[in-house]
């Protein structure tokens, strides 16, 4: 596979359109059996990579995932980083802000789960929620949403000083979510899944792809660029993702520190 990343890049300061990527496009990845098999492959690369990171302790890795509900952000943390240690991996997911986050700056829960040095954060959902569902059910007015803007891509250059940042948009299509809400509902082990909120947030379908697109252009930064992953083929969005992730760690080349003892010299009785 050709690095996806130059692909799938949303490219920072520059004309660039949501719309123009397919949600079902499949040719990154080859066929069905091709992706899985490297999918196993970057997800085994992954867990080497982790532990050397955790074992440097130098940099953090943080994966921010956004999409759309039933866009496959749970699959995805399960399909990469299912054979990762679970010491190496601290997995936030961001709902509805509690009385006590709302009490605080939108960035203060956010900051609070950024990965310790050694560690790979994914985010389930992150402040990009505040400028999306912010926006599209005017939680908060377009002055705050407008600062926000600001305060995000300055927040991620901070972040970003200890901290290696890939943010990645699941992308689904219309007609895709709608045979995943209706699985939930056909299905009895999934029926729990099912959340009415997401047919009401469905009927804001175009408010939110229009939300998604400012999002992605104003705040695809050098420093932490967007990724979007054609999410519609359950198994080429997890070896995209996997790819992505894969090689964002060989680029921060992570090594087992050398110790500052000779092995040789310890005895040990
Ligand atoms: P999921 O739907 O991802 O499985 P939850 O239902 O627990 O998980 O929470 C997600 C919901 O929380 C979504 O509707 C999302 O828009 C909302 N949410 C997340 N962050 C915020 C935020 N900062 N402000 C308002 N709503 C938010």
New binding site residues.
């Given amino acids: 596979m050709t690095d996806p990343r130059k692909a799938l890049v949303v490219p920072p300061g520059r004309d660039w359109s949501l719309a123009d990527v397919d949600p079902r496009d499949t040719s990154l990845v080859g066929d069905k059996e091709k992706a899985k098999e490297r999918l196993a492959a970057d997800a085994d690369s992954i867990a080497e990579w982790q532990e050397k990171l955790f074992a440097e302790r130098r940099h953090a890795l943080l994966v921010i995932l956004q999409g759309t509900?039933t866009s496959g952000?749970?699959g995805t943390i399960r399909g990469v980083f299912g054979r990762t240690g679970p010491m190496g991996l601290a997995v936030t997911?961001?709902?509805?802000?509690t009385p006590e986050e709302l009490a605080h700056d939108?960035l203060w829960r956010i900051h609070a789960a950024c990965p310790r040095r050694g560690l790979i954060g994914v985010f389930?959902?992150s402040?990009y929620?505040?400028v999306?569902?912010?926006r599209v059910?005017k939680?908060a007015d377009p002055e705050t949403i407008e600062r926000r803007f600001r305060q995000i891509v300055e927040f991620e250059e901070m972040v970003a000083s200890s901290t290696t940042i890939l943010k990645i948009m699941l992308h689904i299509s219309k007609d895709e979510q709608r045979e995943r809400l209706r699985a939930r509902l056909d299905d009895p082990e999934k029926t729990w899944?099912f959340?009415p909120?997401?047919v009401e947030?469905r009927r804001h379908w175009d408010e939110y792809q229009a939300a998604y697109q400012e999002v992605l252009v104003r705040t695809s930064t050098k420093i932490a660029p967007w990724y979007v992953v054609p999410a519609d083929r359950k198994w080429a969005r997890n070896a995209l993702v996997a790819g992505l992730v894969r090689r964002t760690l060989e680029d921060m080349a992570p090594r087992y520190p050398k110790p500052d003892f000779d092995p040789a010299d310890i005895r040990i009785d």
């Fill in positions: 509900d952000k749970d997911a961001f709902g509805r802000p939108f389930n959902r402040h929620e505040d999306l569902v912010g059910r939680l899944k959340d909120g997401d947030d």
